[in-house]
Nanobody, 126 residues
Framework: QVHMVESGGGSVQAGGSLRLSCAVS????????WAWFSQAPGKQREGVAA????????YYADSVKGRFTISQDNAKNTVYLQMNSLKPEDTAMYYC???????????????????WGQGTQVTVSS
């Protein structure tokens, strides 16, 4: 059973930065598709970024390209989302998710991911 715990959320002003972390334990497969999703109040959960290092795949939503960077540190069993140049519209709950590597061969969809963290809140003020 994969267990995932996010951290690093908080409140920042527009233009600021945050780094979200997702500490992972319990996984048995050597390569997973790791993803970050965001969900703003009243909106659907949507994929922000995803990474599958075995397949040399990274994905970014158009709204975050050039501002966000997803990475993973296998030695620390942690997946990161570096968020720069934050905008008020980035305000949301952010969740990390995981599933088998092939899930990264298309845009991440919540229904494709079996394992989820509890989420961390990001609030960006103007």
């Amino acid at each position: 059973q994969v267990h995932m715990v996010e951290s690093g959320g908080g409140s920042v002003q527009a233009g600021g930065s945050l780094r979200l972390s997702c500490a992972v334990s319990g996984y048995t497969y050597s390569s997973y598709c790791w993803a970050w999703f965001s969900q703003a109040p009243g909106k659907q959960r949507e994929g922000v970024a995803a990474i599958y290092t075995a397949g040399a795949i990274t994905y970014y939503a158009d709204s975050v390209k050039g501002r966000f960077t997803i990475s993973q540190d296998n030695a620390k069993n942690t997946v990161y989302l570096q968020m720069n140049s934050l905008k008020p519209e980035d305000t949301a709950m952010y969740y990390c998710a995981a599933d088998l590597g092939y899930r990264c061969y298309r845009s991440p969809s919540p229904s494709d991911f079996a394992y989820w963290g509890q989420g961390t809140q990001v609030t960006v003020s103007s």
